[in-house]
């Protein structure tokens, strides 16, 4: 990953817009990842949602299937 990576647009998605991707498609079909800390994540999280930390992110990116819509929180 370059500097210039960091300054890319990344496409947006309403809750709702989410809500309903979740709502229709299997868990399979998706990566659904939290980027908070686990105590965060352990308080509440979304039912599937993989726990990444944004601080091991770069570490674990090979966890995030890249043939699979990504939803990042």
């Given at each position: 990953?370059?500097?210039?990576?960091?300054?890319?647009?990344?496409?947006?998605?309403?809750?709702?817009?989410?809500?309903?991707?979740?709502?229709?498609?299997?868990?399979?079909e998706?990566?659904?990842?939290?980027?908070?800390?686990?105590?965060?994540?352990?308080?509440?999280?979304?039912?599937?949602?993989?726990?990444?930390?944004?601080?091991?992110?770069?570490?674990?990116?090979?966890?995030?299937?890249p043939?699979?819509?990504?939803?990042?929180?």
């Amino acid at each position: 990953m370059g500097v210039m990576d960091y300054f890319k647009t990344v496409p947006t998605m309403s809750a709702e817009d989410v809500r309903r991707l979740i709502a229709e498609k299997h868990p399979d079909e998706y990566n659904l990842v939290d980027v908070r800390q686990p105590t965060e994540y352990a308080r509440e999280h979304i039912p599937g949602a993989n726990l990444i930390p944004m601080a091991e992110l770069k570490d674990r990116l090979h966890e995030i299937d890249p043939e699979k819509p990504t939803i990042v929180y």
